[in-house]
């Protein structure tokens, strides 16, 4: 590629090279209860791998299962039904994205502006698929040589919850700002897809001793805490920071940021400069 090409026209095997499929699919065949993908949401969600596929006979992918989907089901059906006795094809996303080595970062960005999920699969050397994420893409962000700093990155509306708030309130709200993470008011501590399904996985015995989920308040949810930096790091450094954290999110003053804020600044025309 020639010199001064844009991070956004590069193919994800010049961006990735060796690593590109290091991070393999995790997966679950058809057929399988929701309680048992939730449980492996708990360990996967805002992680490297981000999303369960789902395989059919032949062990082929036909669909994915993350976050987004268990959110939407309990708003549609917030009971133990949900978890037990509903089969993970009943609830997923049919047809993942697949990419290859050759398809460009702003191609592999327009699929997940599509879906509205950053998660994509590639055919691996040991016969299944790995996986690509937003959080794999800080790999690149790590990378990349550019003046851009936090500052540089837009501001995003702070969204905030009270401890007394809702199930039914918290995850409405969650899909009418497009976040997956809303701090608690006046602190750094956050509530997420992933501390839902763990609440629901391991103290509320999946929804089996409620009748009103949505109504309960979400006090139950151990929440955990956004890293504050005081510093106006730039683009490779603070991508550097989250590709250390098990669940990135930064705070920088005002600025929220996830590595999806760095997979968006990285389709800048002016981030040319890259080492892998």
């Known amino acids: 590629m020639p010199q001064g090409t844009p991070i956004s026209e590069r193919a994800l095997g010049e961006l990735f090279s060796e690593r590109l499929t290091w991070s393999l699919c995790i997966h679950i065949d058809k057929g399988k209860e929701v309680w048992v993908v939730s449980g492996m949401l708990v360990q996967y969600l805002e992680s490297a791998t981000d999303s369960i596929i789902i395989r ?16 939407e089901n309990l708003l549609k059906n917030p009971t133990s039904s949900l978890f037990n006795g509903t ?18 970062y702003k191609d592999l960005m327009d699929f997940w502006k599509e879906r509205g999920r950053a998660y994509a699969i590639i055919p691996n050397e040991w016969g299944f698929y ?14 990349c040589k550019t003046n851009f700093t936090i500052e540089d ?17 918290l995850i409405s709200l969650m899909f009418e700002n497009k976040s997956r993470k809303i701090l608690l008011e006046g602190t750094n501590k956050y509530l997420s897809d992933r501390l839902i399904i763990e609440a629901i996985s391991e103290k509320m015995k999946h929804l089996r001793e409620t009748d009103d989920f949505l109504n309960e308040s979400v006090d139950i949810v151990e929440l955990e805490e956004a890293k504050i930096i005081s ?11 989250m590709y250390d954290m098990a669940h990135p999110f930064v705070i920088y003053k005002d600025w929220l940021v996830t590595p999806w804020d760095i997979c968006n600044v990285l389709l800048s025309p002016k981030i040319t400069d890259y080492e892998v």
Do not use: C, R, W, Y
Not at 56 to 71: A, L, R
Not at 87 to 104: A, G, L, Y
Not at 159 to 168: A, M, N, Q, R
């Open 56 to 71: 059919d006979e032949k062990h082929e992918p036909i669909g994915t299962i993350g976050g987004k989907e268990i959110m």
């Open 87 to 104: 089969k993970v094809e009943d609830i997923m996303e049919h047809n993942p994205v697949k990419v290859s080595k050759d398809t460009k």
């Open 130 to 143: 790995s996986a690509i994420s937003a959080q794999k893409v800080l790999e690149i962000g790590k990378g």
């Open 153 to 169: 990155l837009p501001k995003k509306n702070q969204i905030t919850f009270k401890k007394e708030d809702t199930f039914g309130d």
């Open 231 to 241: 510093d106006n790091l730039k683009i490779n450094e603070v991508s550097s920071i």
